[in-house]
């Protein structure tokens, strides 16, 4: 089975911060990675899809890239209302595990 | 709009079974599939399975089988998960979302395969004697 490995599991960063969080495939997965947003009490909330594409009302400031087995998602310029939880999730086949997490927090 | 709503919270004693339901709208229910999701308390997320109401195609964690079930009645646009033999560690939210599984080979293209792009309110299970 595929295993998504995230790191940092934990970032603290300032309001206007460049955020990068990695994603790390146990084999290709080509580019079919979704990125998620979690905050506390809610459902995920999908920010990106096939690695780069922007899901629906999701803010510019969002970014993914990557292919193969390596992804990265960015967040351009840290907005308050990003603080949370996110996480990777491969969909290439039949089982999607999703990466460990990782937390941004106020630094 | 669509939407998921799942059923309510549960208490359940070890070795009782669970069955959680997920009710769709705003779509059309048998053009995607519905994958569960789970997450214990202050842990990540813990993909399950996912049922194709479509192709009454199932896939899940190894780690579950024996012991979950994924069906769909598609006359009222309603997932269920079962999940039987209950532990301590099977408490946790679960969640359901909308997804588009692969093709019958498992592989991925422009019209299959897409993450899950609604979620339910999430339910959760305690398991506690």
């Known amino acids: 089975d595929i295993q998504m490995t995230q790191s940092p599991s934990t970032l603290s960063v300032s309001v206007g911060d460049r955020v990068t969080i990695s994603c790390r495939a146990s084999?290709?997965?080509?580019?079919?990675l979704a990125w998620f947003q979690q905050k506390p009490g809610k459902a995920p909330k999908l920010l990106i899809y096939?690695?780069?594409s922007l899901a629906s009302g999701v803010p510019s400031r969002f970014s993914g890239s990557g292919s193969g087995t390596e992804f990265t998602l960015t967040i351009s310029s840290l907005q308050p209302d990003d603080f949370a939880t996110y996480y990777c999730?491969?969909?290439?086949?039949?089982?999607?595990?999703f990466g460990g997490g990782t937390k941004v927090e106020i630094k | 709009q669509v939407h998921l709503v799942q059923s309510g919270p549960e208490v359940k004693k070890p070795g009782a079974s669970v069955k959680v339901s997920c009710q769709a709208s705003?779509?059309?229910?048998?053009?995607?599939?519905i994958s569960w999701v789970r997450q214990a308390p202050g842990q990540g997320l813990e993909w399950l399975g996912w049922?194709?109401?479509?192709?009454?195609?199932?896939n899940f964690v190894r780690k579950l089988l024996g012991r979950v079930t994924l069906t769909a009645d598609t006359s009222t646009s309603t997932a269920y998960m079962e999940l039987t033999s209950l532990r301590f560690d099977d408490t946790a939210v679960y969640y359901c979302?909308?997804?588009?599984?692969?093709?019958?080979?498992?592989?991925?293209?422009?019209?299959?395969?897409?993450?899950?792009?609604?979620w339910g309110q999430g339910t959760l299970v305690t398991v506690s004697s």
């Open positions: 979302a909308r997804i588009r599984e692969p093709d019958t080979e498992g592989r991925c293209n422009a019209i299959t395969c897409y993450p899950g792009d609604h």
């Open positions: 705003g779509y059309i229910f048998t053009d995607y599939a």
């Open positions: 049922f194709s109401a479509y192709s009454g195609h199932t």
């Open positions: 084999e290709s997965i080509d580019g079919w």
């Open positions: 096939e690695a780069s």
């Open positions: 999730q491969q969909y290439n086949g039949y089982s999607l595990p």
